[in-house]
């Protein structure tokens, strides 16, 4: 069986990849700090698909702590064949002048350093085996910026980078590189950004049909689920009401 590493599976595109790789037969490596809530879907995830779940409580901004995650994982689950670099986070909305620089550092060590703790400790056991697929999550943020969100664009402008690099880096070592570019999606994510204001993050939402994880989940697994020859290079996927970052049309 087939292993996937997903990081932020606690929630939101987290959570939904990591049912669509369970009903797919894949066994996982599940990331996230919040224990409970990683328990509860595995438990979940094996009793419904009868796949093999190992949990790690980890912040992936301690690059420490992702290295010896991956460095004591059991030989069998050293054969990762998928990571989903997907932890991510928005914290606060403001112009650049108010910014809370706590939020940036946050974003900064998460989004961009998160992925790469993630991508170092991971990328040497695919090289290693000459097989891999490395799913990045980033955002419409990483294509295009909006008013107020400044250092999340620039995060995610930076997995964008980060995506084509890989690509090229490990190329030769037959791994493929994809980035997924979500457009609004209804998971945490708001209330996270609004620092737990469900009231405020609700009305993000509001008079327009959103994605949903699961729109997320399914076009990761096209993209894993093609031949050995096709990588998908990235996929932007937007609300058919929003055509780009900074417009939504809302039937209110
Ligand atoms: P979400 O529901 O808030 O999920 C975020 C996940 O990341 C949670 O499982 C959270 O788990 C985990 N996480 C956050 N900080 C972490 C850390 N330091 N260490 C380990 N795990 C951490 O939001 P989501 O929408 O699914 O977000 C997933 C990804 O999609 C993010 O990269 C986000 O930027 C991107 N994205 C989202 C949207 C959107 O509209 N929702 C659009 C474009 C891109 P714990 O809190 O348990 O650690």
Same mark, same amino acid.
């Given at each position: 069986?087939?292993?996937?590493?997903?990081?932020?599976?606690?929630?939101?595109?987290?959570?939904?990849?990591?049912?669509?790789?369970? @009903?797919?037969?894949? *066994?996982?490596?599940?990331? +996230?700090?919040?224990?409970?809530?990683?328990?509860?879907?595995?438990?979940?995830?094996? @009793?419904?698909?009868?796949?093999?779940?190992? @949990?790690?409580?980890? %912040?992936?901004? *301690?690059?420490?702590?992702?290295?010896?995650?991956?460095?004591?994982?059991?030989?069998?689950?050293?054969?990762? #064949?998928?990571?989903?670099?997907?932890?991510?986070?928005?914290?606060?909305?403001?112009?650049?002048?108010?910014? #809370?620089?706590?939020?940036? %550092?946050?974003?900064? %060590?998460?989004?961009?350093?998160?992925?790469?703790?993630?991508t170092?400790?991971i990328t040497p056991l695919m090289v290693e085996r000459k097989s891999g697929h490395i799913?990045?999550?980033?955002?419409?943020?990483?294509?295009?910026?909006?008013? *107020?969100?400044?250092?999340?664009?620039?995060?995610?402008?930076?997995?964008?980078?980060l995506n084509k690099a890989m690509r090229i880096d490990l190329a030769p070592h037959e791994i493929k590189v994809t &980035?997924?570019?979500?457009?609004?999606?209804?998971?945490?994510?708001?209330?996270?950004?609004?620092?737990?204001?469900?009231?405020?993050?609700?009305?993000?939402?509001?008079?327009? #049909? *959103?994605?949903? +994880?699961? #729109?997320? &989940?399914? +076009?990761?697994?096209?993209?894993?689920?093609?031949?050995t020859h096709?990588n998908?290079n990235?996929?932007?996927?937007?609300?058919?009401? @929003?055509?780009?970052?900074?417009?939504?049309?809302?039937?209110?």
């Amino acid at each position: 069986m087939k292993i996937a590493c997903i990081t932020g599976a606690s929630s939101g595109i987290g959570a939904a990849t990591a049912t669509v790789f369970a @009903q797919n037969g894949y *066994n996982l490596i599940l990331i +996230a700090r919040r224990s409970e809530k990683l328990n509860a879907l595995a438990t979940e995830l094996a @009793q419904q698909f009868g796949v093999q779940i190992h @949990q790690a409580v980890v %912040d992936v901004r *301690n690059a420490e702590a992702v290295a010896t995650v991956v460095k004591e994982l059991p030989d069998y689950w050293k054969k990762i #064949d998928i990571l989903v670099n997907n932890a991510g986070l928005a914290s606060g909305l403001s112009t650049i002048d108010k910014g #809370d620089i706590a939020d940036w %550092d946050v974003m900064i %060590d998460t989004n961009l350093k998160g992925l790469l703790y993630m991508t170092r400790a991971i990328t040497p056991l695919m090289v290693e085996r000459k097989s891999g697929h490395i799913i990045n999550i980033g955002s419409i943020a990483g294509k295009e910026v909006y008013a *107020n969100g400044n250092v999340y664009c620039a995060t995610k402008h930076a997995v964008d980078a980060l995506n084509k690099a890989m690509r090229i880096d490990l190329a030769p070592h037959e791994i493929k590189v994809t &980035a997924i570019h979500p457009g609004a999606v209804e998971t945490e994510f708001s209330i996270v950004r609004f620092h737990g204001d469900t009231e405020r993050a609700q009305k993000v939402y509001e008079g327009f #049909d *959103n994605l949903v +994880a699961q #729109d997320i &989940a399914e +076009a990761i697994w096209f993209a894993v689920s093609r031949p050995t020859h096709v990588n998908i290079n990235e996929l932007t996927i937007m609300p058919t009401a @929003q055509p780009v970052a900074s417009v939504i049309h809302r039937k209110l």
